[in-house]
T-cell receptor, first 113, second 114 residues
């Protein structure tokens, strides 16, 4: 597609439930990033996929968070047993190999009640 | 520790006025610095990219400067418009393949009042 597409745009869930957030990067972009942005805060790195290499998971805050990228394209971020502190906007970005610019999606706003 | 500090945290100016946003960083080794604009409810969008050898780069009414010696950058907005109201994020890369080297500042929230 023309840009990075994320869904859902908004998700309200109850504490303890699992959620899945989807990112569809720009076609041909080999690098994909997930970030978390809490209200009034900067972007917090979560995970990074580059081609067929093992992902960099160093930013995942706990083992309740996981992500996968199937076929080098669409990525899913899964949060298990959600907590209220997980409430944030989850941003996905993609980048073509060799480029310096990240193209961001509009984000998925997660609210955990 | 790799850090990116932005100031001010928030700023309110009248339409038509100029303003300057600041970014100080300690990321090393340095690869490039980018300014992003993030409108409310949207993802960040790149405004400028600057490498070590570049001192100034303009994009319309936006002009970014970089002093790699003092590790400071600024974003100057000229003749502000209501549509400039957004968060401006300074992002510094210490490499081009490691995600952990892409460090985001917490942003400056700019509000333009008519």
């Amino acid at each position: 597609g023309a840009g990075v597409s994320q869904s859902p745009s908004n998700k309200v869930t109850e504490k303890g439930k699992d959620v899945e957030l989807r990112c569809d990067p720009i076609s041909g972009h080999t690098a994909l990033y997930w970030y978390r942005q809490s209200l009034g805060q900067g972007l917090e790195f979560l995970i990074y996929f580059q081609g067929n290499s093992a992902p960099d998971k160093s930013g995942l805050p706990s083992d309740r968070f996981s992500a996968e990228r199937t076929g080098g394209s669409v990525s899913t971020l899964t949060i298990q047993r959600t907590q209220q502190e997980d409430s944030a906007v989850y941003l996905c970005a993609s980048r073509i190999t060799g480029a310096n610019v990240l193209t961001f999606g509009a984000g998925s706003r997660l609210t955990v009640l | 520790k790799n850090q990116v500090e932005q100031s001010p945290q928030s700023l309110i100016i009248l339409e038509g006025k100029n303003c300057t946003l600041q970014c100080n960083y300690t990321v090393s080794p340095f690869s490039n610095l980018r300014w992003y604009k993030q409108d409310t409810g949207r993802g960040p969008v790149s405004l400028t990219i600057m490498t070590f050898s570049e001192n100034t780069k303009s994009n319309g009414r936006y002009t970014a400067t970089l002093d790699a010696d003092t590790k400071q950058s600024s974003l100057h907005i000229t003749a502000s418009q209501l549509s400039d109201s957004a968060s401006y994020i300074c992002v510094v890369s210490g490499g081009y393949s490691s995600a952990s080297k892409i460090i985001f500042g917490s942003g400056t929230r700019l509000s333009i009042r008519p």
